[in-house]
């Protein structure tokens, strides 16, 4: 990502998403696969696996009639400037867009070390096993503006960049100036109940910017201190309790995921 | 100064160790980009003009507006029209991922034509019984198999789809016994739409999606339906205003739904679009229970097309003993073709233009086209057109005909989501009627055409049995049943996320397992009375205790029934 351009005005692209409502039918993940050309592998596991964004399904602990469970989109959190992931990787494959807030991940720079899986405390990252394959005739269904990527390297969300950078040649085509731009991830465009929302923090007029300073809101693993850009909502005490970061040497008392 | 060879060495090894502390093997190592860019194991994406279009989604009657991005003419990525109706800008994940399904590993693409078509014929000539069993009633298809067996000798039209639709907008309580209401049953932007309105009670013994999300969660254990809809039909009032679901069809709930008021009401028969006058003398609908057991000698099961899955022991029992002739037309192996002589491939959404049968929570009668965004592979059937030719009925575009039929009743509007206008049908021309159909659009009759459905009582069979003394669990369903090809990269996403239970998976609390000597992830199987089958088993702490729950698979089915009782057993 080069940033010899950069716009005189950035953006700090972010999500939020409300866990309350959220059914867990996993349209999220699968538009995610579509648009970024994931490869349908089909010896993966809850190990190997190769995703941009997993739903996860989280529970309050109790048996019977008292369990409640909740389900928690997970993908790249997007940190701030500190990412974990950007100050491990030897090769700079990795960087933070001042731009968009945006973080980025080149899979020709990765050497597959795997420093910024194990760096990264939201497991969000997600290495390539296997040579991307189709079943024969499949290949024809590709995105056209995401390349796949080859085996050996890390991968995660990057915000639907390759929707970032056609919203940006939109806005060059119409005349309009350099700055931010509005454009939906395949996972906001997807999401059949609307829980997940999209847009620039900066802007204090953006309803996603609003809903991150209201009540409810919160982020995960915060005592951590990356600072984040996806905010999640929830009512519920247990799913803020799973969400929080325990201190070192503090077990988590409370949940279950 | 003199060198030696050993200085040689040394100057080598040096300059070595020092091009080590230089940029350079640094800059050859960032430069392996240079190859893994263009690294020949990865496929190129197609290049081509950027279209938009429009179709409907036929994989369930939900039949949800759809908009493809196209590159040339394939489809790349499918997505929900925001303005539509019906669907409001929802797919769910299986509609999301149906442009891959034309592609699929296990997809039938060879099948025994002439032989099927001299078995069938033969057993016809004989006078025999032959039936048509269809899993999509409603279609066009549909009523050119019943003209067809209204044309045969002997012909029955065989159907297992729902009988009433359901209006949830109307409804201020829905109580729902296992029905995922929020998890693919109906069309899910219309439930999406209508759920802020209404109190939604899940009874039901897994916390399911929709329990999750229910406004409260009954875990009541199956058979307990009925006592449950006892004790709370007081609560619900009898204006009309609430509405009951059940996971063992409508009739199970028909009682408790007249008494509170709901049928004409929130309930309703199932909405259908008018037909051409010269349609209406086809053969009537016979529920397969309504046929007489070892009676039908020729059996053709329309599969292209389903909207749940009738097991096979009661359809095997219709069956005559000596030599039936059984054809299914399927895109896949993993149905009747398990069971049937004869399996013709079909066409696969989105290959070929058909039309969708009403939705399940539409009281107004739709209809709108699937219309086929790429081409069929050679060598595949439809089964409409095979079943008319063998019925000896005139050819014809039966969907245009059936369009026209809707014109001229001059009833409701079309909505088209290329401009995402609404036009009345009287103000339209057939052509222009046609043209719009084909253009995706979507008719929608007047809702005052609903009626009240009729009242059935569902035929209830015991829970308990003899037999039963050593199936320790009850078997539940985890959720809808799905298509029968689901696209490889939705099943990669649901195996490693451990989001859905496989279609061959069942599921059992630790305790359970532990009874059973089974561990996460081995072979078994899963036995009831009606018989068993091979599943993988995963074990699942958030279960409770003596219940089983089971993928959707259709071996699994064809041994499952509403409330059974089940034991899992190594394999």
């Known amino acids: 990502m080069t940033h010899a351009n950069q716009p005189t005005k950035a953006a700090r692209y972010g999500m939020t998403i409300d866990v309350d409502r959220c059914n867990g039918c996993g349209a999220c993940m699968v538009a995610c696969a579509v648009e970024n050309n994931i490869p349908p592998v089909p010896e993966a596991n809850d ?11 989280v529970d309050n602990g109790e048996q019977g009639s008292a369990r409640r469970s909740a389900y928690v989109p997970m993908m790249c959190q997007h940190c701030g400037a500190d990412a974990p992931c950007v100050s491990v990787c030897p090769q700079h494959a990795v960087d933070v867009d001042p731009a968009t807030g945006i973080v980025g991940e080149m899979p020709q720079r990765c050497l597959g070390c795997r420093y910024c899986m194990a ?3 939201y497991h969000a990252r997600y290495f390539n096993w296997w040579d991307p394959a189709w079943p024969p005739g499949m290949e024809k269904t590709l995105n056209p503006g995401v390349t796949p990527r080859m085996r050996g390297v890390v991968e995660k969300c990057n915000f639907c960049h390759g929707r970032w950078h056609a919203a940006k040649q939109l806005a060059a085509a119409n005349g309009q100036p350099d700055g931010p731009v509005s454009y939906t991830p395949a996972c906001v465009e997807a999401c059949p109940t609307g829980v997940i929302r999209f847009g620039d923090l900066n802007d204090a007029e953006n309803p996603v910017a609003r809903s991150v300073r209201e009540n409810g809101s919160f982020r995960l693993l915060e005592t951590l201190g990356t600072e984040p850009k996806v905010y999640y909502r929830s009512r519920k005490d247990w799913v803020r309790q799973i969400a929080a970061a325990p201190k070192p040497g503090q077990r988590k008392e409370n949940g279950n995921g | 100064m003199k060198s030696t060879r050993r200085d040689l060495f040394l100057f080598a090894g040096g300059s070595a160790a020092g091009a080590l502390l230089t940029p350079a093997p640094w800059r050859l190592i960032t430069d392996t980009a240079l190859w893994s860019e263009n690294w020949p194991g990865v496929p190129a994406p197609p290049r081509g003009e950027i279209r938009t279009r429009f179709t409907n989604c036929s994989l369930c009657r939900a039949g949800c507006g759809v908009r493809a991005r196209c590159v040339g003419d394939q489809p790349v990525q499918l997505t929900g029209v925001a303005s539509h109706p019906l669907s409001r800008g929802v797919l769910c994940p299986f509609g999301l991922t149906a442009h891959h399904l034309p592609y699929h590993p296990a997809r039938l693409k060879q099948g025994p034509h002439e032989r099927a078509l001299a078995a069938v014929s033969a057993a016809i000539g004989s006078g025999d019984r032959v039936a048509v069993l269809d899993l999509q009633p409603g279609r066009t298809a549909s009523w050119t198999y019943r003209r067809a067996m209204a044309a045969l000798k002997n012909g029955v039209y065989l159907t297992n789809g729902p009988s009433v639709a359901y209006d949830l907008h109307q409804a ?3 109580l729902s016994f296992g029905v995922p209401v929020l998890d693919g049953w109906g069309t899910p932007g219309n439930v999406i739409a209508a759920r802020e309105n209404f109190r939604l009670i899940q009874a039901e013994p897994v916390e399911s999606r929709t329990a999750t999300l229910a406004d409260v969660w009954l875990p009541v254990q199956p058979g307990d339906e009925d006592a449950t809809a006892l004790a709370m ?5 009898a204006d009309g205003s609430a509405l009951v679901l059940d996971h063992r069809g409508p009739a199970a709930a028909m009682a408790l739904n007249q008494r509170l008021g ?15 006058v010269e349609w209406r003398s086809a053969a009537p609908a016979t529920a397969l229970a309504q046929v007489e057991d070892r009676s039908i000698r020729v059996l053709l099961i329309d599969e292209s097309a389903v909207d749940g899955y009738v097991p096979w022991y009661q359809i095997e029992r219709k069956l005559v003993l000596d030599n039936p002739v059984v054809v299914t037309f399927t895109a896949s192996h993993g149905g009747y073709a398990r069971h049937a002589q004869y399996a013709l491939p079909t066409a696969v959404y989105p290959e070929i233009s058909e039309d969708i049968p009403t939705a399940i929570d539409s009281v107004a009668a739709t209809f709108r086209l699937s219309t086929a965004l790429i081409a069929p592979p050679a060598g595949i059937v439809n089964p409409a057109e095979w079943i008319a030719t063998l019925a000896g009925l005139a050819e014809g ?4 005909e059936r369009a026209d039929g809707i014109h001229d009743s001059g009833r409701g509007a079309i909505y088209t989501p290329a401009d995402g206008k609404t036009v009345a049908v009287k103000d339209l ?7 719009s159909l084909g253009e995706a659009g979507c008719w929608i009759d007047e809702p005052r055409h609903a009626r009240a459905p009729e009242t059935t009582t569902a035929v209830s069979e015991p829970h308990a049995h003899d037999s039963d003394v050593d199936l320790p669990l009850v078997a539940w369903l985890a959720g809808p049943s799905s298509p029968p090809l689901l696209s490889p990269l939705m099943t990669k996403l649901y195996q490693e996320s451990n989001l859905r239970l496989a279609p061959n998976r069942v599921a059992l609390h630790p305790s359970d397992a532990r009874a059973a000597r089974l561990a996460d992830g081995v072979h078994a199987f899963f036995q009831t009375r009606l018989g068993r089958c091979g599943v993988d088993v995963t074990i699942d702490p958030g279960l409770p205790a003596g219940v089983v729950q089971l993928g959707t698979a259709p ?8 409330g059974i009782r089940a034991k899992v057993v190594p394999a």
């Open chain 2, 262 to 276: 709901a049928l004409g009401r929130t309930v309703v028969a199932r909405p259908e679009a008018p037909v051409p």
């Open chain 2, 233 to 237: 039909a007081g609560e619900l009032g």
């Open chain 2, 429 to 435: 021309t057939a052509e222009a009627f046609w043209k």
């Open chain 2, 555 to 562: 071996g699994i089915l064809d041994v499952y029934r509403p």
């Open chain 2, 172 to 174: 201020k309580t829905v």
């Open chain 1, 47 to 57: 190990r190997k696996g190769l995703t941009w964004i997993r739903v996860f399904r």
């Open chain 1, 119 to 121: 760096a990264c405390p």
């Open chain 2, 397 to 400: 575009d039966t969907i245009r």
